[in-house]
Structures are given as C-alpha cells and as structure tokens.
C-alpha cells in the first residue's frame, strides 16, 4: 500500500518542505480529516475555447464548481466526522474565486479552511501540487486525508496517490465503502468488471473517494450566511516553507505541450418513420455495414 511514485523519484528528498516529522494522530474516539477540494469548470455544456497558447482554456464565462468526486470526498468526511466527533478542515490550491468552494464546504459542516494562494503555484502538475498540499496539511491535526479519486479538468488520477508519497502514508484510492476500525480503516476499492477489492489501512492514511460512495448534502441557507464570514487562512509558498524549485512548472516533471480540440466525426443518422418502417431501415444499414447478412 506504498505510493507507487517511488520509482518515479517523488521520494523524501522530492518533498522537502513537505515531509510531516510529527504527524498528529487520533486522539480516543475523536477523528479528524483534512479533505482537498478543487475547483473546476462545469464544460459539458459550455462552448470551450483553448487559450492563445494552447496550454489551457479560456476560463471567462465558465460557470466554477467543486470538483465532483470532491463533493464526494468531502461528504465522507462529515459522515465519519459526525459520528467520531471530530473536525474536517478543507484546502485547495487555486484563485481568489476558490474561496466560494471553501465557504461552500463550510456551509456544510466543514470546520476550517486553507487556500494556497502563490503565482510560484501557477503550472504545476499532479506531482507539484502534491507537494505544495503535503507542506500545508503536515502541521494539522488529520487522521486521515481524502481526496477525489479523479478531477473533472485534469483528470489526472495521480493529486491523491502522490500526496501519500509526499506525506508517506499508505493509501487507496476509487473507494466506494469506508469502514473504521479501531487504528485502521476497511475500504473497498472499485475495480475493473465491477469487482470490488477489500483492504485494511492503518491511519493515518489518503483515501482517494470515487463517486457514488455517498449522497453529498445541500448547504442551508442558514450554513451558507455563516460561513460567508469565516475566514479562510491563507498559505503560499513561502509560508509553507517550500522554493520554487518545488512547485508550479519548476516543480513539476511533466508539462503540457498543447491542447487541441478532438477531430469531428461523422453525425448520427437519424431512422425516421414508424417503429416498422425504422427496424426495416436499421436492418439494411445493418446489412450494409457488414454486421447481418
């Protein structure tokens, strides 16, 4: 259950800065989790448009929300909290209007929020922001970490699994069942075909949430009014005690050379008539396909 990015040399020495010396443990039954949330651009109905150097989109105009599996994440993380007594603390690493995710998290339950607010953060990748997440969550009080199994944008799959290495916890990742013990937790992991695998974890540890695990909850309107007053702690890299060398596009070992749009294909024809006359014409473009003889 070791971060599989060791090989790709997100080691220790990779982390500095980052590497949690004291880790602050479950204290009795009370439990505590810190819960990484993004923010995303809703595009499934959206006109995108790539930015003048191809290396991203066009973000004016987009409607902004928590990353879904997120969403997901942070549910878990009031559901276990409310039944061990404990306090979820929310961070991102994003813009001014990342804030809104935040005080949305707290309008539901969340107990205390971080935004890592640096340009040296501008760029990184999976393994930068890792890094940069590892260095602000070392110091709290967690005993666990949870994450989205996967982001919306980026799609990546690899914030979670390298925030492990960086903070050397095991992990797991597209979990979709969560059961806690007693130093430990019980999880089942999605798999291909459907199956699902069965692991115990010891805290702390990184969970990577995949949807469906839960129902997230709507904010009250009552939550949203407080939490439009709390305050949001704000880190950036040099609070956190890391260079530049080890975030944003210095940090990252992988870049994006550019972004294209997918090539068009041919249109879907549409079988007009009645169902008698349509199953006839599917039949012959079956036949003509080569599918039926």
């Not at 890792?130 to 919306?152: F, M, N, P, Q």
């Not at 469906?212 to 704000?234: C, D, F």
């Not at 060398?245 to 210095?250: I, P, R």
């Not at 041919?266 to 014409?281: F, Q, R, V």
Request: glycine share 10%; net charge negative.
């Amino acid at each position: 259950m070791r971060g599989a990015l060791r090989g790709s040399g997100v080691g220790r020495e990779r982390c500095r800065g980052a590497w949690p010396d004291n880790r602050n443990r479950r204290n009795g039954e009370q439990m505590n989790i810190v819960v990484c949330v993004k923010q995303v651009p809703e595009t499934a109905e959206a006109d995108v448009k790539l930015a003048s150097d191809k290396k991203g989109i066009v973000m004016e105009g987009l409607p902004l929300q928590i990353n879904e599996a997120d969403n997901y994440a942070l549910e878990q993380a009031l559901l276990l909290t409310e039944e061990h007594d404990g306090d979820v603390t929310v961070v991102t690493l994003g813009p001014d209007s990342s804030d809104d995710v935040l005080r949305m998290s707290m309008a539901k339950g969340a107990a205390e929020a971080v935004r890592l607010n640096d340009p040296a953060f501008d760029r990184g990748d999976a393994v930068a922001t890792a890094r940069a997440l590892a260095a602000a969550i070392k110091d709290l009080e967690y005993d666990i970490v949870l994450t989205g199994c996967i982001s919306s944008d980026d799609g990546n799959t690899a914030v979670g699994v390298a925030l492990a290495e960086c903070l050397e916890l095991p992990h797991a990742t597209y979990v979709t069942q969560m059961e806690m013990g007693d130093g430990e937790v019980t999880v089942g992991r999605e798999l291909e075909g459907g199956l699902i695998e069965k692991l115990k974890v010891k805290t702390p540890c990184v969970i990577g949430i995949q949807t469906g695990i839960n129902e997230p909850r709507y904010a009250s309107i009552m939550g949203i009014a407080k939490a439009s007053k709390r305050e949001i702690a704000m880190k950036s890299a040099g609070d956190l005690g890391l260079e530049s060398g080890d975030v944003g596009a210095e940090g990252s070992r992988t870049r994006i050379e550019e972004l294209s749009y997918p090539p068009v294909g041919e249109g879907a024809e549409i079988l007009e008539g009645t169902p008698a006359e349509a199953s006839s014409k599917l039949a012959d473009v079956l036949r003509e396909k080569g599918f039926v003889s």
